[in-house]
């Protein structure tokens, strides 16, 4: 049971945030132990070597490759997140352009 005294106790810890880069823009966002920002990066590394606009928004090409997308890194997220404070988190090869074009290569 959280006690208000837990409440008390708390105290919030600030990170550095993740930055990446995304066909020129700057992306930056919540690092572990979120997920939701290292995933977003990777994502959009891995899209970055796709020509998105050629397969039509929307299309069963597209909807098909994001999907595909979001399987590897959810797949990323089982094998590999947790909270930094206990756990080594790979942050840097996970975000890297050289990871994402690997799992890209495994979707041409």
């Avoid at 606009?53 to 590999?80: I, P, Q, T, W």
């Avoid at 090869?93 to 495994?106: G, H, L, P």
């Amino acid at each position: 049971m959280l006690t208000l005294n837990d409440l008390k106790q708390y105290r919030s810890s600030w990170r550095k945030p993740l930055i990446g880069d995304y066909r020129g823009y700057k992306i930056i966002t919540m690092p572990p132990p979120s997920s939701g920002g290292l995933h977003l990066i990777q994502m959009l590394n891995i899209l970055e070597s796709f020509d998105l606009k050629l397969l039509g928004h929307n299309s069963a090409e597209y909807v098909l490759l994001l999907s595909e997308v979001m399987k590897y890194a959810f797949a990323d997220r089982s094998k590999y997140l947790g909270d930094p404070d206990f756990v080594d988190v790979p942050v840097s090869e996970i975000i890297s352009k050289q990871y994402s074009d690997r799992i890209a290569s495994k979707l041409n």
